[in-house]
């Protein structure tokens, strides 16, 4: 088992930068291959973005492609999400994931083993 525990979200004015972070404790964090998914008001919960086990591999919803970066530190057993130019649209939960497959599985598929909790992420227009 994992735990996965998120933060960085807030309010934000529409064009700032904002960057989640994802600390996860239980098994050893390389092992797993990482993601972030979001759910904004009143629609299903969408991927977003995963990273491979040693980052060799990087996947984005083309939604956010050119604007978010995904990136992780193993040795710190965290997982970054930098959104850039934030839009009223990226108004969401924004969770993490974690999951024993691959990054590009996670993103083909939709799904994850494990997940966090969520950090809401609000933009003002």
């Known amino acids: 088992q994992v735990q996965l525990v998120e933060s960085g979200g807030g309010l934000v004015q529409a064009g700032a930068s904002l960057t989640l972070s994802c600390v996860a404790s239980?098994?050893?964090?390389?092992?797993?291959?990482m993601g972030w998914f979001r759910q904004a008001p009143g629609k299903e919960r969408e991927f977003v973005a995963a990273i491979s086990r040693s980052s060799g591999g990087r996947y984005y919803a083309d939604s956010v492609k050119g604007r978010f970066t995904i990136s992780r530190d193993n040795a710190k057993n965290t997982v970054y999400l930098q959104i850039n130019a934030l839009k009223p649209e990226d108004t969401a939960v924004y969770y993490c994931?974690?999951?024993?497959?691959?990054?590009?599985?996670?993103?083909?598929?939709?799904?994850?083993?494990?997940w966090g909790q969520g950090t809401q992420v609000t933009v003002s227009s």
């Open positions: 994931a974690a999951t024993t497959g691959t990054g590009q599985a996670m993103a083909v598929r939709g799904t994850s083993d494990y």
């Open positions: 239980g098994r050893t964090f390389s092992t797993y291959a």
